[in-house]
């Protein structure tokens, strides 16, 4: 069950990594572009920090979650050095952007404020997370990693969430986004707080199982 949840997680992660593709091939405007006001859509900085932070955000998504398999970390050190090195620069970008256009956020400040939020903490965690395995502290390192991750797992429960509240019990759209805004990452944190706390509790067999997935 633990692995099926696992390649599930993946997947998923990897559709969702994969989906801005579709803004940079598609010839005309799709998907959020296309119920945004021409205001917005014209805005050449919006513009480009919106396909800024979707497509390095969705590189880091992809990418991400290779580095929880521990098997992997053990074989392959140098590869899991170099993937981390790419998924943070990637949310250094993609985190900085979600920040810059937060406040242009659809159906308003509640939304901005949510966004916002979870832009300026997926960089915290990351750089954070960044500063501890140069200091070789790799308890903290996995932790902060872990909050990371479950940041930047938002595109795919905000993905869940929004059809679960517009589809299922009918919220009007303008209620359902402000609403996901938030819920597509407080849950991921607290799970994420969860795992750690576990983790730090069965540290029998070595500070380096934080990353276990």
Same mark, same amino acid.
């Given at each position: 069950? +633990? *692995?099926?949840? !696992?390649?599930?997680? /993946?997947?998923?992660?990897?559709?969702?990594?994969?989906?801005?593709?579709?803004?940079?091939?598609?010839?005309?405007?799709?998907?959020?572009?296309?119920? +945004?006001?021409? $205001?917005?859509? @014209?805005?050449?900085?919006?513009?480009?920090?919106?396909? /800024?932070?979707?497509? *390095? =955000?969705?590189? /880091?998504?992809?990418?991400?979650? @290779?580095?929880?398999?521990?098997?992997?970390?053990?074989?392959?050190?140098?590869? &899991?050095?170099?993937?981390?090195?790419?998924?943070?620069?990637?949310?250094?970008?993609?985190?900085? $952007?979600?920040?810059?256009? @937060?406040? %242009?956020?659809?159906?308003?400040?509640?939304?901005?404020? =949510?966004?916002?939020?979870?832009?300026?903490?997926?960089?915290?965690? *990351?750089?954070?997370?960044?500063? @501890?395995?140069?200091? +070789?502290?790799?308890?903290? &390192? =996995?932790? %902060?990693?872990?909050? !990371?991750? !479950?940041?930047?797992?938002?595109?795919?429960?905000?993905?869940?969430?929004?059809?679960?509240?517009?589809?299922?019990? #009918?919220?009007?759209?303008?209620?359902?986004?402000?609403?996901? $805004?938030?819920?597509?990452?407080?849950?991921?944190?607290?799970?994420?707080?969860?795992?750690?706390?576990?983790?730090?509790? *069965?540290? !029998?067999? =070595?500070?380096?199982?934080? &990353? #276990?997935?």
């Amino acid at each position: 069950m +633990r *692995t099926l949840l !696992s390649v599930v997680g /993946a997947a998923l992660c990897l559709i969702t990594g994969a989906y801005p593709l579709v803004y940079l091939l598609a010839e005309n405007d799709v998907g959020l572009l296309q119920i +945004r006001n021409d $205001a917005v859509v @014209s805005n050449f900085w919006w513009r480009l920090g919106f396909h /800024a932070h979707i497509l *390095t =955000g969705g590189a /880091a998504l992809a990418t991400g979650w @290779s580095q929880f398999i521990r098997p992997w970390r053990i074989r392959f050190p140098k590869l &899991h050095r170099a993937v981390g090195t790419f998924y943070a620069l990637m949310v250094l970008v993609s985190g900085l $952007a979600a920040v810059c256009i @937060s406040p %242009m956020a659809f159906t308003g400040r509640i939304a901005a404020l =949510g966004f916002g939020t979870l832009g300026l903490l997926w960089l915290y965690f *990351t750089l954070q997370a960044c500063s @501890s395995i140069r200091q +070789r502290n790799l308890q903290r &390192h =996995g932790c %902060m990693m872990v909050y !990371s991750y !479950s940041a930047c797992c938002a595109a795919v429960t905000l993905r869940l969430w929004l059809p679960l509240l517009y589809g299922v019990f #009918k919220l009007d759209f303008a209620l359902a986004y402000p609403i996901v $805004a938030w819920l597509c990452w407080v849950p991921n944190l607290l799970i994420a707080g969860m795992i750690n706390h576990r983790a730090l509790q *069965t540290q !029998s067999t =070595g500070p380096d199982d934080i &990353h #276990k997935p």
